[in-house]
């Protein structure tokens, strides 16, 4: 026989019930699912104190070679030595199993979960009813914790699909900025080219205006000289006219 994982819940020791699960239906209690809570009032001693701790705690089943074998949990009270006992196997379990101290810890959670289920345990056998409001207590405890894992399952979920819309956006934007990257390259090249196409163009305006200049230059000095050798030959005509003019004065002998 397998037996089943240690628990600090004091359990009795293992049933056999049957070969099959559905001949076991009228073995102690009700194995397995967790049904509605009976009434303090039904039974009387020691019946009603099983069948509310079989389903406070519902008892362990398995199956081994076809043979179903069950694990009630114990309706034995507890003494002092075994709180001490059970206080000093906690700390023997955390350790061995090497639990954190401080943060989330699946394993040290599910130690003091066990530890609070055989303290219930060991309450309910004494006093039915505060077994019965610890269990409201640990109920209460569970769908907090649940409430709070899905709360933070979901915002690690929304952190991670952030992440990614991020990088993704990271990745877009690196992408938009090599491609303005090239655009500004490609556009400081045109700038150049049309730089040195504005100086070239100065060069030979320069170059053209020079010439010009020289040519008009030129051209006045030819004027001008060809003005001055009109005005001598003008000159040149002019004074033999004067010379021989009628009515001119005769020269004194």
Known sequence: MIPPLSS?????????VSTSKDKGKGAKGTPGKKGALPPVEQKPGLTQTEDILNSILPPREWTEDGQLWVQYVSSTPATRLDVINLQEKLDQQLQQRQARETGICPIREELYAQTFDELIRQVTI???ERGLLLLRVRDEMRMTIAAYQTLYESAVAFGIRKALQTEQGKSEMESRITQLEGDVKDLERQVQEWKFKCEAIEKRESERREVEAKKHKDEVAYLENYAKQLKQQLETFLVPAKKGAPGAPAAAT
């Open 126 to 128: 004494n006093c039915a």
């Open 8 to 16: 600090l819940v004091r359990y009795d020791n293992p049933v056999l």
